[in-house]
Nanobody, 122 residues
Framework: QVQLVESGGGLVQPGGSLRLSCAAS????????MGWYRQAPGNERELVAT???????SYADSVLGRFAISSDNAKNTVYLQMNSLKPEDTAVYYC????????????????WGQGTQVTVSS
């Protein structure tokens, strides 16, 4: 089994910053990609940012220029630096990883973290 543990969420004022972390652990053979998604009440879960094992990065238009995703492959960890936060960024942020395991090295599947709450409010 693979586990994703997220941290760094909390309450911040508009214009402030937060840094989210997500560490993957378990019987991991490889991680093909990692990313962050978010879901606000009443909304669908949406992509925020992703990074592949090759370093390819993508962002949602709504966070472009404000958020930065990075990864530490040696630690199986992905980060999301969030700057210039807006109230509309308020959501539960979920970490995602596409992985293969030691038991099935050629079968990739998607894993989700439990989510961490980010609230932007004055």
């Amino acid at each position: 089994q693979v586990q994703l543990v997220e941290s760094g969420g909390g309450l911040v004022q508009p214009g402030g910053s937060l840094r989210l972390s997500c560490a993957a652990s378990g019987s991991i053979f490889s991680i093909n990609a990692m990313g962050w998604y978010r879901q606000a009440p009443g909304n669908e879960r949406e992509l925020v940012a992703t990074v592949t094992s090759a370093g390819e990065i993508s962002y949602a238009d709504s966070v472009l220029g404000r958020f930065a995703i990075s990864s530490d492959n040696a630690k199986n960890t992905v980060y999301l630096q969030m700057n210039s936060l807006k109230p509309e960024d308020t959501a539960v942020y979920y970490c995602n990883a596409r992985v293969t395991t030691l038991q099935a090295k050629f079968v990739a599947f998607s894993c989700w973290g439990q989510g961490t709450q980010v609230t932007v409010s004055s």
